[in-house]
Structures are given as structure tokens and as C-alpha cells.
């Protein structure tokens, strides 16, 4: 019986979803707790310093999702802090660039997301994630009025130390019923709320319903579609020439 009560509910609520059209949600972000305490491990004065300084500065940043029942996304910058003189200090400058490395888009009746990436490349380049594949749990906690459920999965950063496995604990909301999340995270039967990706913690603060909203679309028609090997190898070979020029 209860099993039927919760397939009526999903039900109602996806049909009275997709009668409001769409939303914005608003993040907060800051470091993981198992990054930080990695970092703060090297025991190094500059790291502590690095640590400290991009928290207290990750804390005045805010996200925008932005969605409709198109099954289409769009994420960027919200709210940057700056100083009096209106120029980011160095630290700041830092901050964002950590919490904004592009934009992510999904499409409708397409798999994963695509991402826009701000820096390094040609304008043109857009790189397809897949999603990653999680696993449900029954653990359930409530975000706001909302109640949202655990998921688990893990991803692989690579960088010049080796490969890293970072484990990610993601809380969904079935009776938001769309796949949608911040970054490049999605793929879950509800919008994710809360998502601890082993380096950044993301947490929405607020969730505006409209009717009608539109999402901004990617600018340029003629797009370089890359995966996420290739840009990957074209990230290794952006940074190996970067360090080149340096050495001269």
C-alpha cells in the first residue's frame, strides 16, 4: 500500500512540477572537509594560508542553476565578492575561478551535460560529460522544506601527482522530478540540493519556481564538440606548452 501512496505522490508531483515550468536555484559553495584537511596535511605555512584565504572568500559566492521542463540547464556565476575599489583582489580572483570554470548545459533527449569552459581554449570548444553513475541509498535527510535522499559515486582527478579517486555523496529530491544539479553533476530522479564532490561542496539556499523560464543558450552556432578524453589531452598539452613559454 505504501509502495502505491509513493508512486501517486511522484506521480502528482511530477504532473504539478511540469505545470510550473521551470526555476531557478541558488548554491552556496565551500571546500570539502576531506580536501581541506588533505591540503592542510603538507604542513606547509603558504598552504594553510592558500586554505584559510579561499575559504573566507568561497563563503560570498553564489551559483544560479536555472531550469525548464526541456530538460535544459544552465549554470554560471550568480555573485562574485569584490572589494571597495570594485576590483577582485588576488585571492578573490583566485576564488572565482575555482567556484566558475564555465558554464554546463544539458539538452533535451540528449545523455550528460555540456560544458563551456572559460579559459585556455578557442570560444568555440564545448566538452560532453557523461553522467556519472550513482548508487541509491535509503538514507534520507530534509533541506529546507524539502526531503532529499543519498547517492553515492566517485570520480578520477587527474593532475602532474597521478590519478585520484574522490568519493562523492550526493542529496536529491524526487519531488523535484528533474535530473538537474550544480557543476556538472546530474542524472538523479530529482534536482540535487546538497553535493559533496571530494574537492567542493555545493548547497542550494534558495529555489524559485516561475512559469516561464527561459535558458540561455549557447552562443556560438558552429561548436567544437570535444569528450572529456580529449579535452583531457588538450589540457596537458595547453599547460606542457604554457610551461614551455615560461621557460624561455
Known sequence: MRKY???FLLLYTTLSFSQIGGGEVIYKISQSTNF???????????THSLVT????????????????????????????PMTNSGNPSKMQEFAINIAHTGN???????????????????SNITVHYQDFEWELKDDQ?????????????SRIVKNSKGNFT???????????????????YG???????????????????????????????????KITLVSEEEYEQLLLKKIADFKKLMAN
Not at 584537511?37 to 603558504?46: A, C, F, I, P
Not at 584565504?53 to 562574485?80: C, P, Q, R, W
Open 5 to 7: 501512496f509513493y508512486c
Open 141 to 153: 535527510k530534509k533541506i529546507g522544506n524539502y526531503i532529499c535522499y543519498k547517492a553515492t559515486s
Open 187 to 221: 542524472g538523479l530522479s530529482g534536482l540535487i540540493l546538497e553535493i559533496d564532490d571530494g574537492e567542493m561542496v555545493y548547497k542550494a539556499i534558495n529555489i524559485e519556481f516561475k512559469k516561464k523560464m527561459p535558458i540561455p543558450e549557447l552562443k556560438n552556432k
Open 104 to 122: 554546463y548545459f544539458r539538452r533535451a533527449g540528449e545523455s550528460g551535460v555540456f560544458y563551456k569552459p572559460n579559459s585556455f581554449f578557442d
Open 53 to 80: 584565504g579561499l575559504s573566507e572568500h568561497l563563503k560570498d559566492i553564489e551559483l544560479s542553476l536555472v531550469f525548464n521542463t526541456d530538460n535544459s540547464t544552465f549554470y554560471t556565476l550568480k555573485e562574485a
Open 166 to 184: 574522490h568519493a562523492m555523496v550526493a542529496w536529491y529530491c524526487p519531488d523535484i522530478a528533474v535530473g538537474y544539479g550544480p557543476s556538472r
Open 36 to 46: 581541506t584537511e588533505s591540503l592542510q596535511k603538507e604542513n606547509r605555512t603558504s
